[in-house]
């Protein structure tokens, strides 16, 4: 990866860390986003230190909302005149509806249209500096989603897990679309499993829903290092080398939801992403 500039979101603990310290050990210059500057520096330090590689940059941005986002992306366009991975790795969960400060129900804003929008503004610079690699990390729960386009933002009738399972579903659908509108760009699109990994997972959410889970859970979960190693594989394995719009776990690839293949399902969700995040559906 010597040469190669790598931007993971969610870079200060859990899976993104794990992956940046894996990326950044093999040579890559690796830049991680946070919502705190100092929490941010902090985890670069660290990963500089474990990798034995100091070329880590920090980006500061609270992904939920949309100015933000267009804000970093701004950012790491000035700073990075290359891309060649992208990590989209930053979800969340929330048992009771929130909203951002764009109106949009949290889950399905930071899990699925924040690295739609992101995606959507550096993808000139990944296609400029191809072969490129976009890498996003959705969860096994995308088996149990369904997209409820009448319903998007659980306006209606929110779950906690209805909506993370949509999100993630809809994380494999906009790579298996992205994969599709970017073919013969050699940008390649991939979404992957990271397995039950022990992070902080969930833990900010008020209601700690999935306290007791994860208590009952924690000591079957595989480590941060563990659950990044499909992330890390995918971003720089040339055993996937022009491999696309496919779903991973465990390095390999797996079917995902019967609904993910179907093209006027994730059309549908490019053009209703797009519109919510104001970007025009080209390409
Ligand atoms: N852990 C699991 O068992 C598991 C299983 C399947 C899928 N996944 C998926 O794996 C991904 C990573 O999860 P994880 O377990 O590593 O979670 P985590 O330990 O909670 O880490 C989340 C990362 O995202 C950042 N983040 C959270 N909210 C943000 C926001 N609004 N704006 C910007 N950054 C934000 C955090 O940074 P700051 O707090 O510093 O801002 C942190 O770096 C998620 O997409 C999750 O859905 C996890």
Not at 34 to 53: H, L
Not at 177 to 192: H, S
């Amino acid at each position: 990866m010597t040469g190669k500039i790598v931007l993971i979101t969610g870079g200060t603990g859990g899976i993104g860390k794990a992956a940046a310290i894996g990326l950044a050990s093999m040579g890559a210059r690796v830049g991680i986003t946070g919502r705190d500057r100092t929490r941010a520096e902090r985890a670069a330090k660290d990963i500089e230190a474990e990798s034995d590689n100091p070329a880590v940059d920090v980006f500061v941005a609270d992904l939920s909302s949309q100015d933000e986002v267009r804000r970093m992306a701004g950012e790491v366009l000035s700073a990075y005149p290359r891309l060649d991975v992208l990590v989209n790795n930053v979800g969340g969960f929330w048992a009771h509806r929130h909203v951002t400060s764009d109106g949009l129900e949290h889950t399905f804003a930071l899990n699925h249209l924040a690295p739609f929008l992101l995606t959507s503004l550096l993808l000139e610079r990944l296609v400029a500096s191809a072969p490129a690699r976009v890498v996003t990390v959705a969860s096994g729960a995308q088996s149990m989603g369904k997209i409820d386009f009448g319903d998007l933002m659980g306006e209606q009738d929110y779950s906690g897990q209805r909506a993370y399972n949509q999100s993630k579903l809809a994380n494999v659908m906009f790579t298996y679309e992205l994969a599709r509108r970017v073919e013969a760009t050699g940008v390649t699109a991939t979404a992957l499993h990271p397995g039950m990994t022990n992070t902080a997972f969930s833990a900010e959410d008020p209601a700690r829903a999935m306290a007791p889970v994860v208590f009952v859970a924690r000591p079957f979960m595989r480590s941060a290092k563990k659950g990044a190693e499909t992330v890390v594989y995918l971003a720089s394995s040339s055993a996937v080398e022009g491999v696309t719009g496919n779903y991973f776990a465990n390095r390999k690839a797996k079917k995902s939801n019967q609904s993910s293949y179907d093209r006027e399902v994730t059309a549908r969700l490019w053009q209703v992403s797009s519109h919510l995040v104001g970007v025009p559906d080209a390409r």
